[in-house]
């Protein structure tokens, strides 16, 4: 499938051949599902502790006699119906949520998601993206010109999750010129995850060429 390219300008300067393979994939929503829940469940970190009748301290001593007292028997201060007791099925941090992912899935779930973006025109491929300097203002304009392109007008004006930018290569210039934008997250195309790619609207990929065989790697 062919593939416009803009300037950052918001002009057309020529097309190129995306592989269907990325592109051009049939929308798995089971196969997403899985592989972003996993990816979520192994990027949890561990905080939330409670302590059972085990790890509380005290309660050696049996409260009062078995018998005799008209109370309820108790044989542990620890227990969890007593206050400062132990808790119940409560979350430990010694659980692992990590989930395994297989290469291939992760690789599939990718395409599909940038293949059903390809179809709503939510993804942009632009020749190149650098600064002179760190210019928050320049990098307003570029989603300006961007746009007003057909069909990506809500890119100059969106207010949330608005895009993720995968440049060619670390620059830390055009990492510091979006930086400022809350809605807006920078990073190399090497990085794309699909996380990333359902929770921004729109993708803005610089230098196709390297971009695209990035890419095609994963498959392999």
């Known amino acids: ?36 829940t996993s990816m979520e469940s192994s990027a949890r970190t561990p905080v939330a502790h409670t302590k059972d009748r085990s790890d509380v301290r005290g309660g050696g001593k049996k409260p009062w006699q078995q018998k005799g007292t008209g109370r309820a028997r108790h044989g542990s201060r620890r227990s969890p ?50 600064f002179a300097e760190p210019k928050t203002k320049e990098a307003q304009s570029i989603f300006n010109a961007l746009g007003s392109i057909k069909g990506y007008e809500m890119l100059a004006k969106r207010r949330r999750n608005r895009a993720y930018v995968a440049i060619d290569e670390n620059d830390v210039l055009t990492k510091k010129s979006f930086a400022n934008f809350s809605n807006v997250k920078t990073d190399e195309i090497r990085n794309l995850n699909p996380i990333d790619l359902l929770k921004y609207k729109y993708v803005i990929i610089e230098n196709p060429e390297t971009s695209l065989k990035v890419l095609e790697a994963k498959l392999n």
């Open 81 to 130: 119906i007593w206050k400062g007791g132990g808790v119940t099925f409560g979350p430990r941090n010694e659980v692992n949520r990590e989930r395994k992912v297989n290469k291939k899935m992760k690789a599939k779930a990718l395409f599909t998601i940038l293949s059903k973006k390809a179809k709503n025109n939510e993804i942009i491929f632009v020749d190149s993206i650098s």
């Open 1 to 36: 499938m062919k593939i416009t390219i803009y300037t950052k300008e918001g002009k057309e300067k020529g097309t190129i051949e995306a592989p269907e393979s990325i592109f051009g994939l049939k929308w798995n929503s089971d196969l997403v599902q899985q592989v972003v």
